[in-house]
């Protein structure tokens, strides 16, 4: 894996400075890889007790519906792992999904001509305008994500129903060649999917190798040092809200399209299953740490849970416990291991003095 | 008429034009605190001359009976976020308490007075492993109340399913929902009321209250000051428990039904509370009277909203805007401020 010199000054931000770079890289290196690897062995084991049990439960159509349910989890955990990733939190995803459902919804009914395309770019739009409401508000403001967010997800939320005012669209309302994008298969892979991999590979890409994304770890290991260390704090924590505004509509334009059927309260709660699903991955709730990959495939494991809890005939009411479980088991496990990657290191710097 | 009560909504606005000085004297004691309850009396005035059946005694009673849970549950969280932490898990702990009431109404046999305090017994075992996590094995708040949020939820519905137990006896059920004698008043203010006055002399008038505070400033600090910071938000956490198994019991016999679904969502409001009643969230600062008064703000808008046939839903517009507005214009104005003190002083250097 070849690395460009511009990512060398980031490096030390996203972790001690001590030590010298290629070194430490690898050692992290390692044990990200070892999180995505531990998330999918859990993944297939879960498969594999689940498919003894009821073979059916690898069929097509079974996979299908998986592969259908969690896509746009995924993308909504990608968003917010970028998010995550600068010590923020976006709460109000849940509500930016469903305002940018409705209003999808919305305007098939009152321009039943417009193309699918259309409708996608202004949902991402739309998105993104909520996003720069939240961005704009932080700077200004000059207080944790989480406070503002949390007012945002009330107000996006109540404007979504103040606007619908107790109406709901039917599929009916909605072209045909748009209701299909939400179930059509390529080669047996839903539509829904394959765009959430391809989010999935783009945010993970620019998490990875590009230089605005490397900051973003710098800003969530220590905000002041990246300030200190000429990274534009403010700027790049706007533009991750925008980013993930817009996320959060690409999936409220993807439920619309699923659905068909739509009312105010879409994506209702959807928020803290978000953040659970970034937690499972490996995300480090206080920033710094984690990847668009993990947290995917943390999305991707909650969705299993809850099918495999069907089929295993688990009462389906043991589902949110089994989740809560998990999450504090995954962050459990990363204390576990950082204080154990902090002993090693101590090890071996008093080895090196 | 809804649009006359929807500018009851600007009081927070009309109390900004002296935000200016309020956000300088932030710091000093008890002035958010002044903004709130000065909120609170505008918003209880307008709505009582402009919104029809808001000023009657049935009102009084439904608007203090819905803002019981809320109240009861911000003390412990004010305390809580003081000290720097969060407890996201509570509206799960009183779904949970309340399910296992239910349960145990139904299956044990047991008395309600025993079962009772067996729910409260329960809600601080709840708020302890909480706090275990939080403080023994040192995980942030923030990420392990999300997991307890789910777990807990999930626990409740596990317990009773999607049914209801609702054959509580009706002397219970009627006992929660009555007044004082003479007046309107609900008599469970009374409770509310000793244990507000519990919370405020412990975080304002103890040592154990100024350690709250130093916690939230600082951990080590606080923990070289003699502060044995990993207890004390550990019985924090407990203490958060019980209350919850409290406002559960009362949640059962207010609405005579035990689900597993009571009380979904409430956390995120208790917290819009709180950050309202002036407590920062980095901990460290903030009033219980700042809080108080931010519930009791939340409430009469709802309250006088809703009777303004504004959609329930819809309402969380205004609690939302609350929220944000009370973080933004404080530091907007401030920004303004020191922007225009600047340039005074800049004008006479340049003469």
């Keep these: 894996m070849s690395r460009t010199g511009a990512v060398a000054p980031d490096q030390t931000a996203e972790h001690a400075p001590t030590d010298p770079g290629q070194q430490r890289r690898g050692l992290t290196e390692r044990l990200l890889a070892v999180r995505e690897l531990s998330l999918l062995i859990a993944l297939g084991l879960l498969v594999l007790v689940t498919t003894l049990r009821n073979d059916r439960f690898l069929s097509g159509q079974s996979v299908k519906d998986l592969l259908l349910g969690c896509a746009i989890l995924v993308i909504l955990a990608v968003g917010q792992t970028v998010v995550i990733v600068t010590r923020n939190v976006d709460l109000s995803v849940g509500s930016i999904l469903g305002l940018v459902a409705f209003a999808t919804g919305t305007l098939f009914v009152s321009a039943p001509g417009t193309p699918w395309p259309v409708a996608f770019v202004l949902g991402v739009a739309l998105g993104a305008l909520c996003g720069v409401v939240n961005g704009g508000l932080i700077a200004v403001a000059r207080v944790p994500a989480l406070v503002i967010t949390l007012g945002t997800l009330y107000v996006f939320r109540g404007v979504d129903y103040y606007w619908a005012s107790g109406r709901q669209i039917n599929a009916a309302d909605m072209p045909q060649s748009f209701l299909r994008l939400g179930n059509q298969t390529v080669f047996g892979v839903p539509v829904l999917f394959l765009v959430a991999l391809v989010v999935v590979a783009a945010v993970g890409f620019y998490l990875r190798s590009y230089r605005s994304g490397r900051e973003l770890y710098a800003i969530g290991s220590e905000p002041a040092a990246a300030r200190l260390s000429g990274i534009p704090v403010g700027r790049r924590v706007f533009a991750v809200f925008v980013a993930s505004g817009a996320l959060a509509g690409l999936a409220g334009v993807l439920y619309a399209a699923r659905f068909g059927t739509l009312d105010a309260a879409a994506g209702t709660g959807l928020e803290l299953q978000v953040v659970a699903a970034a937690v499972v991955g490996g995300v480090a709730i206080f920033g710094g740490s984690g990847s668009a990959y993990g947290a995917a495939l943390g999305a991707v494991l909650l969705t299993t849970i809850g099918s495999s809890l069907a089929v295993l005939r688990i009462d389906p009411f043991w589902q949110q416990a089994v989740v809560g479980a998990l999450i504090l088991a995954a962050i459990g496990l990363d204390r576990l291991v950082a204080l154990r990657v902090a002993a090693r290191l101590r090890g071996r710097s008093a080895h090196g003095a | ?351």
């Excluded at chain 2, 002044?34 to 709505?47: D, F, N, P, W």
């Excluded at chain 2, 108080?292 to 808008?301: C, P, S």
Aim: hydrophobic share 55%; net charge neutral; charged share 10%.
């Design chain 2, 1 to 351: 008429m809804a649009h006359d009560s929807l500018y009851a909504a600007p009081p927070t606005a009309e109390a900004e034009p002296g935000a200016g000085r309020i956000a300088s004297l932030r710091g000093l004691l008890g002035s958010w605190d002044a903004v709130i309850v000065v909120a609170l009396v505008v918003v209880v005035l307008l709505a009582g001359l402009t919104v029809e059946n808001f000023a009657t005694g049935r009102n009084a009673q439904f608007l203090l009976l819905d803002l019981m849970p809320l109240a009861l549950i911000a003390l412990p969280m004010t305390l809580i976020v003081i000290t720097g932490e969060i407890d996201l898990s509570v509206a799960s702990m009183v779904g949970l308490s309340s399910t296992l009431m239910g349960q145990l109404w139904l299956s044990s046999g047991l008395s309600l007075e025993l079962i009772c305090v067996l729910v409260v017994l329960l809600g601080a075992v709840l708020g302890a492993v909480n706090g275990l996590f939080v403080t023994g094995f040192g995980l942030p708040s923030l990420a392990v109340t999300i997991g307890t949020l789910a777990l807990y939820r999930g626990l409740s519905f596990v317990v009773l399913g999607d049914q209801a137990v609702a054959d509580f006896p009706a002397d219970w059920t009627a006992a929660v929902v009555r007044n004082i004698p003479g007046t309107s008043v609900p008599v469970v203010v009374v409770p509310l009321l000793l244990l507000a006055v519990v919370f405020a002399v412990v975080l304002h008038a103890t040592p154990a209250g100024r350690a709250l505070y130093a916690m939230g400033n600082n951990d080590q600090a606080a923990t070289f000051t003699g502060v044995s910071v990993a207890r004390t938000k550990f019985w924090l956490f407990v203490v958060s428990g019980a209350v919850c198994g409290l406002v559960g019991i009362f949640w059962t016999l207010r609405y005579a039904s035990a689900r597993g679904d009571n009380a979904t969502g409430l956390e995120l409001t208790v917290v819009t509370a709180v950050l309202l009643g002036g407590v920062s969230i980095f901990g460290g600062r903030g009033a219980l009277v700042g809080v108080l008064a931010g519930v009791l703000l939340l409430g009469v808008l709802r309250n006088a909203l809703q009777l303004a046939d504004v959609d329930a839903n819809a309402l969380t517009i205004v609690t939302g805007t609350l929220l944000v507005a009370s973080v933004v214009l404080p530091n907007a104005v401030a920004d303004v401020r020191a922007r225009l003190h600047r340039r005074r002083q800049r004008q006479p250097a340049a003469s």
